[in-house]
């Protein structure tokens, strides 16, 4: 089986609390967008997984949801996995969860395990986060640590200009360095309702990243990225998740392929991207 598994841009993400296991509790609108890892799986008798530029053994997530689906399926089996990344890594943009998503649902529908969508929702978390959102997809509201999900109709239409300069931003840096910093919570009641409106001026208004301040004390590109954009004729530009990837939202496509001419050359990733519907795409059964 021949997938894609697409990034996630965090539309608004707010630190609502902390756990006593020490985990944030989160508000955020997520959104799967076209840029994707490629990703084939073909059953055989052990694990294994070939990826270029990032390790492909116990730490890679792809390696872990495997383990994990046949562990809890109780199917003996296994999947010969080829990764290609396209999603960078410490950019914000969910690549490594997305592609535990993909094996996780890939594996039930190859394997007929028919494990329920809560069944596979409990393995998700236990690999991340944002997992649980990758096997749902599209647009949604995600509450708790990522794994309260709410379906979110995003009518606003919208493409984005991708920039990530050279340097990434670790997730657990960034969570740290924001408790040092002044807080901002953003108002994702109005973001998801000026989504769900068509409303972009009300999204742009209402919209913010609890960690930005954090990805920019520890990237500081990532704010002359923000500052480019708009002068770029951005209408609006925010950093993504942790970090260090900017999205901005140009008037038209006119204004957005100038913008991206203007960029391509400076940062070494650059890309122009849609709104998906789902988290995945079977591209070969």
Request: aromatic share 6%.
């Amino acid at each position: 089986m021949k997938l894609k598994a697409f990034a996630k841009l965090n539309l608004s993400l707010a630190i609502t609390g902390r756990r006593a296991d020490g985990m944030h509790e989160l508000d955020m609108l997520m959104q799967n967008i076209s840029l994707a890892d490629e990703l084939e799986i073909i059953p055989a008798d052990d694990i294994s997984l070939q990826c270029e530029g990032i390790p492909a053994d116990e730490r890679n997530t792809a390696i872990q949801a495997a383990r994990l689906f046949f562990d809890t399926a109780g199917i003996r089996g296994g999947a010969r996995m080829t990764l290609k990344k396209n999603i960078p890594a410490q950019a914000g943009l969910g690549g490594g969860s997305s592609d535990a998503g993909a094996v996780l649902a890939a594996l039930n529908m190859i394997y007929d395990a028919r494990l329920s969508r809560r069944e596979m929702g409990q393995l998700a978390v236990r690999i991340g986060a944002d997992v649980p959102f990758f096997l749902r997809g599209g647009c949604a509201r995600a509450r708790g640590i990522g794994e309260i999900l709410t379906p979110i109709r995003n009518n606003c239409g919208f493409s984005y200009l991708l920039v990530k300069p050279e340097e990434g931003v670790m997730t657990g840096p960034a969570y740290a360095k924001y408790h040092a910093l002044p807080a901002v919570t953003p108002d994702i009641e109005a973001a998801a309702a000026a989504l769900e409106e068509g409303n972009r001026a009300g999204y742009f208004r209402a919209a913010g990243n609890s960690l930005l301040p954090a990805g920019i004390a520890l990237c500081p590109r990532v704010d002359t990225i923000l500052k480019e954009c708009m002068d770029c004729g951005a209408e609006f530009a925010m950093m993504t998740g942790s970090g260090s990837c900017v999205f901005a939202v140009f008037p038209g496509t006119d204004e957005e392929e100038r913008a991206y001419a203007a960029l391509l050359g400076r940062y070494p990733f650059c890309a122009r991207v849609h709104n998906t519907k789902e988290a995945f795409e079977v591209v070969e059964p």
